[in-house]
C-alpha cells in the first residue's frame, strides 16, 4: 500500500535483502519513466529465484487488505491511514510517509532504510521477550 513513488525501487531494494515482497500497492505509475525500475525489479527476482510481485496501480483497499489476510505477511508498508486497522488484525505495519521524508536515497543510507523496515519487527519482538502478549497478535503459521 503506497503513497510515494518509491515503491518499485523499494521493493526491488527489500528483495535483495532477502524480503519477500508479495505485492507493491502504487497510485500511480507511468511506464515510461518507470520502465528501468522494472526491469530491475524483474532482473532482480529472477536472480533471487524469486517470483515476481503483484504490482497494483490504484489499489482498491478492501481487496488489499483481504489479500493480506490470506498470505500474513510479516510487515506491511502502507499509508497512516491504514496502519492502525491493520495492526489491530495482527500485521505489523510501516508508515510510507517515513521513507518519503528520510534520508534513504544512495548507498550511504542502505542501512538507515533497513531500520525503518524493521523497526516494528523489532519492537513487537522486545514487546514479546517482556512478556507484554496482550499488546500484540502472535500467529501460528
Same mark, same amino acid.
Given at each position: 500500500?503506497? $503513497? /510515494?513513488?518509491?515503491? *518499485?525501487?523499494?521493493? =526491488?531494494? %527489500?528483495?535483495?535483502?532477502?524480503? +519477500?515482497?508479495?505485492?507493491?500497492?502504487?497510485?500511480?505509475?507511468?511506464?515510461?519513466?518507470?520502465?528501468?525500475?522494472?526491469?530491475?525489479?524483474?532482473?532482480?527476482?529472477?536472480?533471487?529465484?524469486?517470483?515476481?510481485?503483484?504490482?497494483?496501480?490504484?489499489? $482498491? /483497499?478492501?481487496?488489499? *487488505?483481504?489479500?493480506? =489476510?490470506? %498470505?500474513?505477511?510479516?510487515?506491511? +508498508?502502507?499509508?497512516?491511514?491504514?496502519a492502525n486497522?491493520?495492526?489491530?488484525?495482527?500485521?505489523?505495519?510501516?508508515?510510507?510517509?517515513?521513507?518519503?521524508?528520510?534520508?534513504?536515497?544512495?548507498?550511504?543510507?542502505?542501512?538507515?532504510?533497513?531500520?525503518?523496515?524493521?523497526r516494528p519487527?523489532?519492537?513487537?519482538?522486545?514487546?514479546?521477550?517482556?512478556?507484554?502478549?496482550?499488546?500484540?497478535?502472535?500467529?501460528?503459521?
Amino acid at each position: 500500500m503506497g $503513497d /510515494n513513488l518509491l515503491e *518499485i525501487s523499494l521493493a =526491488r531494494f %527489500l528483495i535483495r535483502c532477502g524480503m +519477500i515482497v508479495y505485492e507493491i500497492g502504487i497510485p500511480y505509475m507511468d511506464k515510461r519513466y518507470q520502465a528501468a525500475e522494472l526491469t530491475l525489479l524483474q532482473e532482480t527476482c529472477k536472480k533471487m529465484c524469486i517470483p515476481m510481485p503483484r504490482i497494483v496501480e490504484k489499489p $482498491d /483497499n478492501y481487496n488489499q *487488505i483481504q489479500r493480506m =489476510r490470506e %498470505l500474513q505477511p510479516d510487515l506491511a +508498508i502502507t499509508g497512516m491511514a491504514h496502519a492502525n486497522p491493520l495492526e489491530a488484525r495482527g500485521i505489523n505495519t510501516k508508515w510510507s510517509v517515513e521513507f518519503t521524508f528520510a534520508q534513504i536515497h544512495g548507498f550511504t543510507n542502505a542501512k538507515d532504510v533497513l531500520e525503518l523496515v524493521t523497526r516494528p519487527l523489532r519492537r513487537n519482538n522486545n514487546l514479546e521477550n517482556l512478556g507484554w502478549t496482550n499488546l500484540i497478535k502472535i500467529q501460528k503459521r
